[in-house]
């Protein structure tokens, strides 16, 4: 199984970025499938998530109303839209691959390598 994140890079605060994870390896549309992010010298927390059809999603709301998860199952792949970027969203994303949607990382069994979104003017 190979999870394949990528879009990150450096943008202004108020700015959008959008990040694409492609999956490999697995039958894609079984899986619900999160965003996780990682600051330096913080723990990794949660960021939004999707079931397999794309019928349902939750969000951190630290992020609520300002990020938007989507899926596409003929393209093995998931979206992390971002809008409205702020210095505090400067971390690696990080997207994984759970049974059903949930909040925790431990409930994610593969995870892709990471791409570094940094916010700042």
């Known amino acids: 199984v190979q999870l394949q994140a990528s879009g990150g890079g450096l943008v202004q605060p108020g700015g959008s970025l959008r990040l694409s994870c492609a999956a490999s390896?697995?039958?894609?549309?079984?899986?619900?499938m999160g965003w996780f992010r990682q600051a330096p010298g913080k723990e990794r927390e949660f960021v939004a998530a999707?079931?397999?059809?794309?019928?349902?999603?939750y969000y951190a709301d630290s992020v609520k109303d300002r990020f938007t998860i989507s899926r596409d199952n003929a393209k093995n792949s998931v979206y992390l839209q971002m809008n409205s970027l702020k210095p505090e969203d400067t971390a690696v994303y990080y997207c994984?691959?759970?049974?059903?949607?949930?909040?925790?990382?431990?409930?994610?069994?593969?995870w892709g390598q990471g791409t570094l979104v940094t916010v700042s003017s």
């Open positions: 999707i079931n397999w059809s794309g019928s349902s999603t």
């Open positions: 994984a691959t759970a049974a059903y949607l949930q909040t925790t990382p431990r409930g994610y069994t593969y």
């Open positions: 390896g697995l039958t894609f549309s079984m899986y619900a």
